[in-house]
């Protein structure tokens, strides 16, 4: 019998010796690249994992022990070793969230899988629990990479001020190198440092020697000028240190014996020390070692034997942007690229091929990133900073301040916009266009296809004195949606074939689409309707007001908040302008989405052709004063999209 199926809580592993938990750790690899590759998620980081997470439930006391993870998607091993098991719609509806989910299980605390934010909730929880006179533990679990964060390094400034709080920060160091510092004399000194004794033995000599006339002093600062190049000369620790935190490591994280150890010395201290573990991403499954741009990170169904995928969907948004950055960059000199930390993600590295020094990766800094891009285009260079768009919340006040303020022509362009679906609520991108309708000046694109992503990145970049955003979606772009005129600055894609039409449908972004499916659905029905992209749905165009007049309602339809969205914003524009044309607006609600497929996500929030054409029916047919039933239904059902 497989020891993981004995696993139904992380006591069990107390039963288990260190022979059986090395082969419990095999066979939660073979179950890892078995699972994932049939349902796709973060692979990689999980497989480095693995014998640490073993190890942390070996030595605390989940859920007694709060043990949080940053940013959580390297929590499936955590999962495994709390009683879930089943993975066979993981990321699907109805099945595990590919992070941490406080429905799923007491075990996970923290659900938002934004990266650097783990530092501040372990301070928080170990504060209450000092308030609170608890004896609990708090072990936060943070990547390297996400120590690039300006808020990781706020973080331990907070946890160092106190010197008596249970708190054990873990680094999972996935670099692709063991540092030679691994040994017995580090080891042994981080046990020393890491003691009771020894803090009370530094204590009384310091008191000792600083009592003793003239040559007291200068002795002690000599004496502990050595230890620390001493101690700094065989583990990096010195960083950690300086701020007052112990540090134990590095930690071959790979070795659950040793990771007992290092861990079991840090619970004891009973203040905060970081304990460093080195762990190899990818680690037991060849395919993800030999991929050298990101090991695995993520991954959609592949073959487990191969690492290849099973099927391509076909070009997406982001290869779109990607390839139009590098004729862009071979055309201007002045152009230049930032990323946070996900340089292939967002599409940004054929440009890096092809431009080296014209591009920077700032980390999971995207606060600096904005800064940094306002800087470059006073300096004289346009800046095209690439991000997902639930990520660029994170900056907005540099948007608004640095950038929008100072008139710099930056251009913004954010991936995943929308219903991202499967990653769940802190990965959907729909709060970007809400936010941004805010910042005098900006203005902002949603291109509707291909052809659109490339024409308006290009509108975007000439634009110099004010900041610029081109929004675009997650996954396979679908074929060109042509328009058949102009009005102003919007496309019109459909016309409605009368003098008196009935509804201005406007499409934003990638909807446009559905919105020809709701007109057709609309036209079945005898009404007709004009379909208008406007492109550029900030500003609002001059245009749409006078076109918004010769229709008897007006409907908008994005893949965003509809609070403060383009509808309200149309809406206002309406107003401001005195057109009294009623407006409708289909969007996403104002609440956080769980993880399902896009198409299931937007199903469930109302927002396909059948259902915004059955509402539109029923306004249309209530400002006729027909079918009042009709009407009512569509008002009893309005609430829920609120």
Known sequence: ????????????????????????????????????????????????????????????????????????HQSYVHKLLTGRQDFSKLKMKGGLSGYPSQAESEHDVIENSHASTVLGWADGLAKANEVLDRDDHV???????????????EALNNIADAKDRH?????????????????????HLATLRTTDGYERFLARGKDLLERTPVVGKPLYETLHGAKKGLKDFIAPQGMFEDLGLKYVGPIDGHDIEALESALARAKRFGGPVIVHCLTEKGRGYQPALQDEADRFHAVGKIHPDTGLPIASSGADWTSVFGEEMVKLGQERKDVVAITAAMLQPVGLDKFAKVFPKRVYDVGIAEQHGAVSAAGLATGGLHPVFAVYATFLNRAFDQVLMDVALHKCGVTFVLDRAGVTGTDGASHNGMWDMSILQV???????APRDADQVRAQLREAVDVTDAPTVVRFSKGAVGPAVPAVGRIGGMDVLREPGTDAPDVLLVSVGALAPMCLEIAGLLDQQGISTTVVDPRWVKPVDEAMAPLAEQHRVVVTVEDNSRVGGVGSTIAQALRDAGVDVPLRDFGIPPRFLDHASRAEVMAEIGLTAPDIARQVTGLVSKLDGRFPGAAQAVDSVEPARD
């Open 439 to 445: 910042v005098p000046g900006l203005r902002l694109a």
């Open 1 to 72: 019998m497989p020891l993981l199926t004995r696993i139904r809580g992380p006591r069990d592993l107390d039963r288990l010796s260190l022979e059986q938990l090395d082969q419990l750790a095999g066979e939660i690899r073979t179950f890892l690249v078995d699972a994932v590759s049939k349902t796709g998620g973060h692979l990689g980081p999980n497989l480095g994992v693995v014998e640490l997470t073993i190890a942390l439930h070996r030595v605390f006391e989940s859920p007694k022990d709060r043990v949080l993870w940053d940013t959580g």
């Open 139 to 153: 072990v936060a679990v943070i990547g390297d990479g996400a120590l690039t964060g300006g808020m990781a390094w």
């Open 167 to 187: 708190l054990v920060i873990v680094v999972n160091d996935n670099e692709r190198s063991y540092a030679p510092t691994i040994g017995g004399l580090a080891n």
